[in-house]
């Protein structure tokens, strides 16, 4: 067979030159940067059964062009990439390697999802590209030590879920409570964080745990079951569409507990409204941001600001998303980063500057909430406040919760 | 007892919400034999019509009717234009291309009115009310009363109008049928345009208790699903009894049976289909049909 | 049709080229390639069942994740060997598909769709469940394996020419399979399986033996995607892979061995196309795509591909069916 041996000759061939090509890549060092130009990419679900989230992606891109029509960052623009992952795992492999490959970024930010990030959690750190203030509120992202090149952004939920537990604790020592939450890793978070911080006593007062996937129509009947445990406390762990569901039929069926309501479904427009707000009297959450459709920012500078830029660069985006809010805060803290790392854009620096943040305060972050960063802390949002609903909007109380500083 | 009541109660609620869709499924099934994956986005786009209209201030029963045209025509609309090309060939080509229409209508719908959910009114009264110590809401009886005149007018329709007769001449024997005179093409057509009407009932029952958003069907449409494999497909008063009969079973194994509780109660519900349809094959009420070979 | 000889010429040159694109693609594009066969050898695993025996799955899914996590679980907790996980996860998905198929049997059309549809629904619950060996909804993050006895290949080569020589090894005996005795008794069934009983065909045997090999198929490839994505999770498993498997079966050409690769190559590029017209709304784009290509190709790529070979040669009269009743498919033979 003569096609066989020449068949090998090119394989070998072809082999060869490409080994020989295969370092002169990775020596490159400001991978992503040019003089007039970094490139930062993203992954979003556009597609598929989470694209609710999608909007963060495009509210972020808004924002890049805000920055770039003024003039961008030390002279550069910033070239944001964003795909589409469909929130499936092995599509966001596949397009975080076109993004760090094929495109070349400086770095990855605020990719979605606790999954997708999961399965690219390994990669980025083996190929040493910064993978900064990703968009999941799981623990794993605060990791220095053994990820150096991953960070978080938002308070985690197992944080959030402390702060509920403290608050119970102190104000409903002989409570017994009820909690409902959604089965995959954002409800489980929430869930593990509660349960660690009831601790012991949790043995005894948690009277009942149910679940819900995402794709059930209801879950009236979970709260049925709820109010039939005796539970006085619910602790409420659900997505907005559930949420609304929660409150209304807990209000349906004559069940009046002390209702803690996870920041996730803390927005007054699409889940309190829906729900009554007779119905909603005295729900409880934990707030870092300020709640975009809460009359008492109407005034509020930051939110004025975000609003104006909404309509200018963002006129499709819908002003009662609170996610459209959430990447306003995030872009803008990208740019200070960036800002920061100066003349020295390469991963190495932009990585130290994400580390090296000092009480910085976003505009649509609750006033004295600020982020913190160190090259031992990895979590840059770390404060949250209680609030109770009392009808109209949301009332602050309590102390301010500071994960890093009860650690 | 009472928790028992309460769950079967609630079960029924939500087996409400399975039927209403499961019906638009078997419309089109029997009036076109396809199985259409885009009922349920069809029935959300319609329903974001609805809210549409009630937005620009339309009154309720105004705007209700309103989407009902426009559901009509538009489902006739997407027969003739979207289906119609591709009659003759192979029955999964045809499925393929009600999955493209699925994915169309999802994301348009999310293009168009943003994918921030939407409270929707229910044309019944908001107060919940109490028999003994069990509570329902006057939209979940509301729900079910439109849901089972659906039923009615299903089986009216089909039972004695010549009509109704002709569309399931079309659908069981079209060669036949063309060869006595009927329209096979448009029976068809009208088969789509019915079943978008009642996918756009069950939109509009449904979005007061979900709240209105891009992926509204997405769930539901699994159930509805469920329910009318379990009722029969053949069967439109089997597809609404296997509705109500997947909301109240898998309330019951999510409440009594612990070890099962409620992260596994869907699989159970699927487990137990599964069951049905090996003693059963063609679902609890459904007709096996007869073929020569 | 093709003949013997041709089909051999194109069939090496197509390999030919595959052996030499480690070589010439980034290791990105090796990926995606890996990709595309991962998705070709699940394909064909659902065309023997779906197109040449007429059992409509909706359900292979399922069997994906099964393979896969069969794979993760003996890689992530008894730390064995990738290369073994793979027959075992072909094994075990053959039992599961061929017990899983003895019940369908009494299932048609619609309804063994739907009872399979079940099955795709529920296995994602399922493995949140056993959370112990599954890792839950955070799932299992594994190793990428590197090549062995020191071959001058990073992981990606590496891994792509492990898949593409799994692949052809399924796709030879696969073809050996469907063109033989066996596979003529598979599509007899499809056809009439009176008729096909009638000639001492043991059709309960011959479908629920389909079923599992074709269960077998998916969960190699499954088990292939564990490696590849170097993760595994509920999430990556949801029904909308079931879905896109059986497009890319129809798109490609059911009851047909090219038609696997073909419809690989769409689901794994497509999408990508889809979002490169539109960002504001992928999904419409994709939507559009099938519907476009279902108008101009309704036998899939490889369906018309044939039809374009038989015009260009003159030689014989397109057979295309009329009756929609034995229409999952066309003409047995294939290319």
Same mark, same amino acid.
């Given at each position: 067979?003569?096609?066989?041996?020449?068949?090998?000759?090119?394989?070998?061939?072809?082999?060869?030159?490409?080994?020989?090509?295969?370092?002169?890549?990775?020596?490159?060092?400001?991978? @992503?940067?040019?003089?007039?130009?970094?490139?930062? @990419?993203?992954?979003?679900? #556009?597609?598929?059964?989470?694209?609710?989230? @999608?909007?963060?992606?495009?509210?972020?891109?808004?924002?890049?062009?805000?920055?770039?029509?003024?003039?961008?960052?030390?002279?550069?623009?910033?070239?944001?990439?964003? #795909?589409?992952?469909?929130?499936?795992?092995?599509?966001?492999?596949?397009?975080?390697?076109?993004?760090?490959?094929?495109?070349?970024?400086?770095?990855?930010?605020?990719?979605?999802?606790?999954?997708?990030?999961?399965?690219?959690?390994?990669?980025?750190?083996?190929?040493?590209?910064?993978?900064?203030?990703?968009?999941?509120?799981?623990?794993?992202?605060?990791?220095?030590?053994?990820?150096?090149?991953?960070?978080?952004?938002?308070?985690?939920?197992?944080?959030?879920?402390?702060?509920?537990?403290?608050?119970?604790?102190?104000?409903?020592?002989?409570?017994?409570?009820?909690?409902?939450?959604?089965?995959?890793? #954002?409800?489980?978070?929430?869930?593990?964080?509660?349960?660690?911080?009831?601790?012991?006593? @949790?043995?005894?007062?948690?009277?009942?745990?149910?679940?819900?996937?995402?794709?059930?129509?209801?879950?009236?009947?979970?709260?049925?079951?709820?109010?039939?445990?005796?539970?006085?406390?619910?602790?409420?762990?659900?997505?907005?569409?559930?949420?609304?569901q929660a409150i209304k039929k807990a209000h349906d069926i004559g069940w009046k507990p002390v209702h803690y309501l996870n920041n996730v479904s803390s927005s007054l427009a699409t889940v309190l409204k829906p729900a009554g707000l007779e119905a909603s009297k005295g729900l409880i959450t934990a707030l870092y941001m300020k709640e975009v459709t809460d009359p008492q920012w109407r005034n509020d500078k930051g939110f004025t600001d975000w609003v104006a830029f909404m309509k200018k660069y963002y006129p499709e985006g819908a002003l009662d998303d609170q996610a459209n809010a959430y990447g306003y805060n995030v872009a803008i803290l990208m740019t200070i980063v960036l800002k920061q790392a100066g003349n020295d854009p390469s991963r190495e620096n932009l990585m130290k500057q994400a580390a090296s943040l000092k009480n910085v305060e976003l505009p649509l972050l609750l006033p004295g909430i600020k982020v913190n960063t160190s090259p031992t802390d990895f979590a840059p949002i770390e404060q949250e406040q209680l609030a109770r609903f009392n009808g109209e909007k949301w009332e602050l109380y309590g102390d301010m919760f500071d994960a890093f500083r009860k650690n | 007892m009472e928790v028992f009541i309460q769950q079967v109660v609630s079960g029924l609620a939500t087996g409400g919400i399975y039927a209403a869709l499961a019906l638009a499924l078997v419309m089109i099934y029997q009036a076109t034999d396809v199985?259409?994956? &885009?009922?349920?986005? =069809?029935? =959300?786009? &319609?329903?974001?019509?609805?809210?549409?209209?009630?937005?620009?201030?339309?009154?309720?029963?105004?705007?209700?009717?309103?989407?009902?045209?426009?559901?009509?025509?538009?489902?006739?609309?997407?027969?003739?234009?979207?289906?119609?090309?591709?009659?003759?060939?192979?029955?999964?080509?045809?499925?393929?291309?009600?999955?493209?229409?699925?994915?169309?209508?999802?994301?348009?719908?999310?293009?168009?009115?943003?994918?921030?959910?939407?409270?929707?009114?229910?044309?019944?009264?908001s107060k919940p009310l109490k028999a003994g110590n069990v509570f329902f809401s006057a939209h979940d009886i509301?729900?079910?009363?439109?849901?089972?005149?659906v039923l009615l007018c299903i089986w009216l329709?089909?039972?004695?109008?010549?009509?109704?007769?002709? =569309?399931?001449?079309?659908?069981?024997?079209?060669?036949?049928?063309?060869?006595?005179?009927?329209?096979?093409?448009?029976?068809?057509?009208?088969?789509?345009?019915?079943?978008?009407?009642?996918?756009?009932?069950?939109g509009m029952m449904i979005a007061p208790v979900l709240t209105l958003e891009p992926n509204l069907m997405g769930g539901v449409q699994i159930y509805a699903f469920a329910g009318a494999t379990l009722g029969g497909f053949t069967s439109p008063g089997g597809a609404v009894l296997g509705g109500f009969i997947v909301g109240v079973v898998e309330n019951l194994v999510g409440t009594y049976v612990s070890f099962i509780g409620t992260e596994l109660k869907f699989t159970v519900a699927l487990a137990m289909i599964i069951v049905v349809l090996l003693v059963k094959p063609t679902g609890l009420f459904g007709i096996s049909v007869v073929k020569r070979v | 049709?093709?003949?013997?000889?041709?089909?051999?010429?194109?069939?090496?040159?197509?390999?030919?080229?595959?052996?030499?694109?480690?070589?010439?693609?980034?290791?990105?594009?090796?990926?995606?390639?890996?990709?595309?066969?991962?998705?070709?050898?699940?394909?064909?695993?659902?065309?023997?069942?779906?197109?040449?025996?007429?059992?409509f799955s909706l359900g292979h899914g399922a069997f994906y994740a099964i393979g896969a996590y069969i794979s993760a679980i003996m890689m992530d907790r008894w730390n064995v060997h990738y290369g073994w996980t793979i027959p075992v996860a072909g094994v075990l998905c053959l039992v599961v598909g061929f017990l899983f198929g003895l019940p369908a049997l009494r299932l048609e059309g619609l309804y063994l769709a739907l009872a399979t549809f079940s099955l795709a629904l529920a296995v994602p619950q399922i493995l949140k469940y056993f959370e112990h060996w599954t890792g839950g909804s955070q799932g299992l993050v594994l190793s990428k394996p590197s090549a062995p006895f020191g071959l001058p290949l990073n992981p990606d080569q590496w891994l792509y020419f492990v898949t593409l020589a799994v692949l052809v090894v399924l796709f030879w005996l696969g073809a050996n399979l469907l063109r033989g005795r066996v596979g003529r008794a598979i599509v007899a069934i499809r056809d009439n399986h009176i008729a096909a009983e009638a000639m001492g065909v043991n059709s309960a045997l011959y479908k629920s033996l389909t079923f599992g090999v074709s269960a077998a198929y998916t969960g190699v490839a499954g088990a292939l995607s564990a490696s590849a994505i170097a993760y595994v999770a509920p999430d990556s498993?949801?029904?909308?892979?079931?879905?896109?498997?059986?497009?890319?079966?129809?798109?490609?050409?059911?009851?047909?061995?090219?038609?696997?690769?073909?419809?690989?190559?769409?689901?794994?590029?497509?999408?990508?196309?889809?979002?490169?017209?539109?960002?504001?709304?992928?999904?419409?784009?994709?939507?559009?795509?099938?519907?476009?290509?279902?108008?101009?190709?309704?036998?899939?790529?490889?369906?018309?591909?044939?039809?374009?070979?038989?015009?260009?040669?003159?030689?014989r009269v397109a057979q295309v069916p009329e009756s929609r009743e034995t229409a999952p498919t066309q003409a047995p033979t294939s290319s």
């Open positions: 067979m003569t096609f066989a041996r020449k068949f090998l000759a090119v394989v070998a061939a072809v082999g060869v030159v490409g080994m020989a090509l295969a370092p002169a890549v990775s020596a490159q060092t400001v991978v @992503g940067v040019t003089a007039t130009e970094i490139k930062i @990419g993203n992954t979003n679900p #556009y597609s598929g059964p989470a694209s609710a989230y @999608g909007t963060i992606g495009k509210v972020i891109g808004a924002y890049f062009k805000k920055v770039n029509d003024e003039g961008g960052i030390n002279g550069r623009k910033i070239n944001y990439i964003t #795909y589409d992952d469909g929130y499936a795992p092995p599509k966001t492999v596949e397009m975080v390697r076109k993004l760090v490959e094929a495109d070349q970024v400086a770095l990855l930010f605020q990719t979605l999802g606790t999954p997708p990030n999961s399965a690219i959690h390994k990669y980025m750190n083996q190929q040493k590209v910064p993978h900064l203030f990703v968009a999941t509120g799981a623990t794993k992202w605060n990791d220095p030590k053994n990820f150096p090149w991953t960070m978080g952004f938002q308070p985690n939920y197992q944080t959030e879920g402390r702060v509920y537990a403290a608050d119970v604790l102190k104000n409903h020592p002989n409570a017994k409570v009820g909690i409902l939450y959604q089965n995959d890793d #954002y409800g489980k978070d929430y869930l593990k964080g509660f349960e660690d911080g009831m601790g012991e006593a @949790g043995k005894k007062l948690i009277v009942m745990k149910q679940s819900y996937e995402v794709t059930d129509p209801t879950i009236d009947s979970q709260i049925v079951n709820l109010k039939n445990s005796g539970a006085t406390v619910f602790f409420n762990i659900t997505i907005p569409k559930f949420a609304v | 199985v259409n994956f &885009a009922q349920g986005e =069809m029935a =959300m786009f &319609a329903t974001y019509i609805c809210w549409s209209m009630l937005n620009a201030g339309v009154p309720y029963w105004g705007a209700f009717l309103g989407t009902l045209v426009l559901a009509f025509l538009g489902g006739i609309v997407v027969e003739r234009v979207v289906i119609r090309p591709v009659e003759n060939a192979p029955i999964l080509s045809i499925v393929i291309v009600t999955l493209g229409l699925l994915v169309i209508f999802n994301s348009v719908a999310g293009w168009i009115w943003t994918y921030v959910q939407k409270p929707f009114p229910s044309p019944f009264p509301g729900e079910i009363v439109v849901t089972l005149l329709f089909f039972k004695f109008t010549p009509l109704g007769l002709a =569309m399931r001449a079309a659908a069981h024997n079209p060669v036949s049928s063309r060869l006595v005179g009927i329209r096979v093409g448009w029976m068809l057509a009208l088969g789509w345009g019915l079943a978008a009407v009642f996918g756009a009932v069950a | 049709m093709m003949s013997r000889g041709t089909r051999l010429v194109v069939v090496l040159l197509a390999l030919a080229v595959a052996c030499a694109l480690p070589f010439t693609l980034s290791n990105f594009r090796l990926f995606q390639f890996t990709q595309v066969y991962i998705y070709a050898i699940a394909i064909l695993g659902l065309n023997m069942l779906t197109g040449y025996n007429g059992q498993f949801n029904v909308f892979l079931s879905i896109t498997l059986l497009i890319g079966s129809v798109i490609g050409g059911l009851a047909s061995i090219s038609g696997a690769i073909f419809g690989a190559f769409f689901i794994q590029f497509v999408p990508n196309w889809a979002q490169d017209i539109s960002k504001a709304a992928p999904w419409a784009i994709f939507g559009v795509f099938l519907i476009v290509f279902m108008y101009v190709m309704p036998f899939g790529i490889a369906g018309a591909i044939r039809l374009l070979w038989i015009r260009a040669r003159r030689s």
